[in-house]
């Protein structure tokens, strides 16, 4: 499954990989049974037992599904893609970090606060997973001028990552495809004998 260059650090695995599981999750989702509890077993259990057992067959994407509802998403969203491009191997990381602090960019925690002052909460939380929190914040930052409703350095890749989204139909966090092919039957709640048994029928 290719991936734009700038997007290299949403991908585990080998890019040579036979088979792709993209995953497309929303940062601000509410907690389980949605997107959290997926990547944590993706992370923990699922990719430790696909590289003992099948190793380089499989390579999993995180697809990010901003879900304009929550005014917060997008913003939270902008700031993984600004970790990407500060740092691309602390992409996976920072993507872990959201999901455990999601409930501090949820509407009733930052319905008071302003776009510039969750950019500086999210540079901060950039800083404790040691990414440089000013070069997170300076892809952030709206540059002041003439209005021309351009958006800061992350923008454009946002723009792509929804295009995919939409070009793919997908409209709910999570959603899973398999070999590019959206497959319903995979539920949030599994847990690792779940998945095995899933690979079984798969590879």
Same mark, same amino acid.
């Given at each position: ?9 949403? !991908? ?25 509890? &997926? ?23 995180? %697809? &990010? ?19 990407? !491009? ?14 455990? !602090? ?12 302003? %776009? ?13 997973? *040691? ?11 709206? %540059? ?8 800061? &350095?992350?923008?454009?890749?946002? *723009? ?5 989204? %939409? ?14 092919? !959206? ?10 004998? &779940? ?6 029928? *798969?590879?």
């Amino acid at each position: 499954m290719a991936l734009a260059p700038q997007f290299i650090g949403h !991908r585990i695995g080998s890019a040579a990989a036979k088979h792709s599981l993209e995953v497309y999750l929303d940062y601000t989702v509410c907690p389980a049974p949605h997107s959290k509890p &997926q990547l944590n077993i993706a992370l923990q259990d699922v990719i430790p037992y696909l590289n003992n057992e099948h190793p380089d067959e499989v390579q999993l994407i995180f %697809r &990010q599904q901003v879900q304009p509802w929550h005014p917060s998403s997008t913003l939270v969203h902008e700031a993984a893609l600004a970790v990407e !491009r500060v740092d691309n191997t602390k992409f996976w990381e920072f993507s872990d970090v959201l999901f455990e !602090r999601q409930t501090e960019y949820y509407d009733e925690a930052v319905y008071t606060k302003s %776009r510039n002052e969750i950019y500086g909460k999210l540079a901060d939380l950039a800083t404790s997973i *040691k990414v440089p929190g000013d070069k997170v914040l300076s892809y952030l930052t709206i %540059r002041s001028g003439e209005a021309k409703n351009s958006g800061n &350095q992350v923008t454009n890749d946002l *723009k792509l990552q929804i295009k995919i989204g %939409r070009q793919n139909g997908i409209h709910v966090s999570p959603t899973v495809l398999f070999d590019g092919l !959206r497959d319903d039957s995979v539920s949030s709640s599994w847990e690792l004998d &779940q998945w095995k048994e899933y690979f079984k029928n *798969k590879l």
